[in-house]
């Protein structure tokens, strides 16, 4: 049986006809075919798609544990471990390897030098090894111990080098994903939620409420963001502040990071709120919501099922190109050490933190400075979408 | 003009008092006090603290407090800071004037790079010049300020290790910490000038950046647009040259709402100078205010975030007063 074509079929029943009377689309499906069209804001999404994956598979892709060292031998600031392809006496093919690498002093600059023992067995790179004692957890829920790859002991694989303390730069990025690509993202909801309840009640009731709530976002916005935030994100992180007295928090590292997502929303909002009030204040006359209002809704069903819909699409757009920010914003607090900490989690800020560390020349460790792309690389990606998001939402600009 | 500046003056006073009652709020999560700290020390008494209390007022309600506070606040009177026993004033005078030398450079380097730009993109619209223009300015809007700091750090030192070994100069080419160079004190007024120009290269050149993206593409669309419209077809009628009129006719009244948003700028400059400033070591406003944060010298950090504001509200109000200068359309009666 072919499916009969709509334009070419009869007259449709019953509830098909309000489908047909809009030329068989809804305002989603519009906006994701126009979306489509978009092929770099499409790219954007399928990278953001994989960063957020690999983030959350960081235990399966990593090698290492977040914080696993070790103090013997030395690993501290080991350069990305170069990974053999050919053989060395065949100069053919072969399964990719490592070696052992010992520490020497330069006798020049006396700086802690990496060189492979090539005289030393060769260790291939495993596929699907299982590290008992190293587990981790999938998005908190799912045990295992099964890792991407890895090489046996003592040979190591550093992908992207190592830290101050050994750590494997490559896992800690992976983890740090994690912290640094979701902050942004809940950062907004707290961000918007404020800005809508507060921009739409301006809006709507007008007067001296309107006038408070403006008042409240012009002082919000005479301090400068920065320093506002770290304030707050200091003197909040510290367990004996007032407020986490007066609830009994204790700022783990799940309070903590809630903390900052509750810190970046709250410094944020005031744009919004003025945006959607001004929206509201032409939307509240128009007459669907007068015949509203005489059917004798009450004012909050006016507010919230009649004229905060209708804000929906510009309000989509605001918070995608939003999230690019709150993620600069939360990889700044980390840099300066007011993020989640060292400890429980590893956000791409606080990696970059090492590259200024005191005592760091970074012209010999180059590679410290390798979280910074990711963050770009997400930014990019979100703003691309962001765009892309505008213009499908926009009738103008329809191919 | 006048009775205009007088009425927006006066609307800024509720704004101040706010944001100076917020940040005195925000003061009160300090865990504990200065003194607190002190109290730990095992060799001092428990009269000395209560005494120390007493001089500092911290024994008194929060709204008392408050209101002492902002007393002597109108008074230009910032209070003292715990930890270096020095007016507040005085501490926080050097990294405000360091700070805002370097935002000011930025600025205007912002202007420099971002005018022509954006003339040159609207111009030549869909030329492969306009789209490495966008293509630029998406990456200066994803960088992180502070990683591309270290990233040109990071350059300068492999650009020196490349300069040494084939023509033996072994210095770097701009320099990349602090603001002034050894001996600064005892360079001639025009030298020590220029050695601070000098140093404020890299991290305002990076500041600037951050905002080059927005900057363009709004002057681009601007651009565009009055290039479309019919007094520049008069003009074109009229037989002026192309230069004129990009330069005399479109880009005047597309320029305007940059005047206005100087104000607008001022706080991201600020905010993206914060983290450069620690990059690169520069003695700015946040070094200072992280320093204060974690002695818990309330009045310092109070002090930076109500100068600031103030700083912030006059620059608003300035721009908006050039705005009213520069577009005669704009009625300030």
């Keep these: 049986m072919t499916v009969p074509n709509p334009s070419q079929s009869q007259m449709p029943k019953g509830k098909d006809v309000a489908k047909v009377a809009v030329g068989g689309k809804t305002q989603g499906r519009i906006v994701w075919e126009q979306f489509r069209k978009h092929h770099i804001a499409l790219v954007g999404l399928v990278v953001l798609l994989l960063m957020y994956v690999a983030a959350a598979f960081a235990g399966f892709l990593a090698p290492y544990g977040m914080n696993e060292y070790r103090r013997t031998p030395v690993s501290a600031f080991m350069p990305p471990t170069t990974i053999h392809w050919t053989d060395p006496e065949t100069g053919r093919l072969t399964r990719p390897f490592v070696y052992e690498f010992v520490s020497e002093r330069d006798p020049v600059t006396r700086q802690r030098v990496y060189v492979e023992n090539t005289d030393g067995p060769r260790y291939p790179i495993q596929f699907f090894v299982r590290r008992p004692n190293q587990t981790y957890r999938i998005l908190g829920i799912w045990q295992s111990d099964l890792r991407l790859f890895g090489v046996e002991d003592p040979a190591r694989v550093f992908l992207w080098g190592t830290n101050s303390l050994g750590k494997d730069l490559f896992t800690r990025i992976l983890y740090g994903g994690q912290v640094s690509l979701t902050i942004g993202v809940l950062a907004v909801w707290v961000s918007l939620t404020l800005g809508l309840t507060f921009g739409v009640i301006a809006g709507f009731y007008g007067g001296l409420v309107d006038d408070f709530f403006m008042r409240l976002v012009e002082v919000l916005d005479a301090i400068p963001g920065l320093f506002l935030l770290i304030v707050l994100a200091t003197l909040l992180k510290d367990p004996r502040n007032p407020l986490a007295q007066l609830f009994g928090l204790q700022m783990t590292s799940a309070q903590t990071f809630l903390m900052i997502v509750m810190v970046l929303g709250f410094v944020s909002w005031g744009g919004l709120a003025r945006t959607i009030r001004s929206l509201v204040l032409s939307l509240r006359e128009m007459d669907y919501a007068q015949a509203a209002k005489a059917l004798g809704a009450s004012e909050g069903r006016v507010m919230f099922r009649h004229l905060l819909p209708a804000t929906a699409s510009y309000v989509m757009v605001i918070l995608t190109l939003a999230i690019p920010g709150f993620i600069l914003t939360e990889v700044g607090l980390s840099f300066l050490g007011l993020g989640p900490s060292e400890l429980d989690s590893a956000s791409w800020g606080l990696l970059l933190r090492d590259a200024t560390a005191r005592g760091v020349s970074i012209q010999f460790v180059p590679w410290l400075l390798i979280p910074g792309i990711p963050i770009f690389v997400a930014v990019l990606c979100w703003n691309l979408v962001g765009d892309g998001l505008r213009d499908a939402f926009d009738p103008k600009k329809r191919r | ?333």
Excluded: C
């Design chain 2, 1 to 333: 003009m006048l009775p205009y500046i007088i009425r927006r003056f006066f609307h800024l006073i509720p704004t101040f008092l706010g944001a100076t009652l917020l940040a005195f709020l925000i003061s009160q999560l300090v865990p504990g006090d200065f003194v607190t700290q002190r109290a730990l020390e095992p060799n001092v008494r428990q009269e000395t603290i209560d005494r120390m209390r007493a001089q500092f007022g911290l024994d008194q309600p929060v709204l008392v407090q408050y209101v002492r506070w902002m007393g002597s606040l109108v008074q230009g009177d910032l209070g003292m800071s715990f930890s270096s026993n020095q007016p507040v004033m005085n501490v926080i005078r050097r990294p405000i004037q360091n700070s805002l030398y370097l935002v000011l450079f930025a600025t205007i380097l912002l202007w420099m790079m971002a005018i022509p730009l954006g003339v040159f993109s609207a111009v030549r619209q869909y030329t492969f010049g306009d789209q490495a223009v966008s293509a630029v300015s998406y990456f200066g809007l994803a960088i992180p300020n502070f990683f591309f700091a270290q990233v040109l750090v990071l350059g300068l030192f492999l650009f020196r290790g490349f300069t040494r070994e084939t023509f033996g100069y072994s210095s770097l080419l701009f320099p990349v910490a602090g603001m002034t160079s050894n001996g600064w004190e005892n360079f001639t007024p025009w030298h020590q000038f220029w050695d601070i120009m000098w140093h404020m290269i890299i991290p305002g050149f990076v500041i600037a950046t951050a905002s080059i993206a927005g900057f363009t593409r709004v002057l681009r669309g601007q651009m565009i647009e009055y290039l479309g419209s019919d007094f520049i077809r008069t003009a074109r009628a009229k037989g002026l040259g192309n230069r004129s009129i990009t330069y005399k006719h479109a880009l005047r009244p597309a320029i305007i709402p940059f005047i206005a948003g100087i104000g607008a700028l001022l706080p991201s400059l600020i905010g993206g100078a914060g983290l450069v400033e620690i990059v690169m070591a520069w003695p700015g406003i946040t070094p200072r205010l992280l320093d204060a944060i974690q002695r818990q010298d309330i009045y310092v950090v109070l002090g930076f975030l109500v100068i600031s504001s103030l700083l912030l509200m006059i620059g608003n109000l300035i721009s908006d007063l050039l705005l009213a200068v520069a577009d005669p359309r704009i009625r300030y009666g």
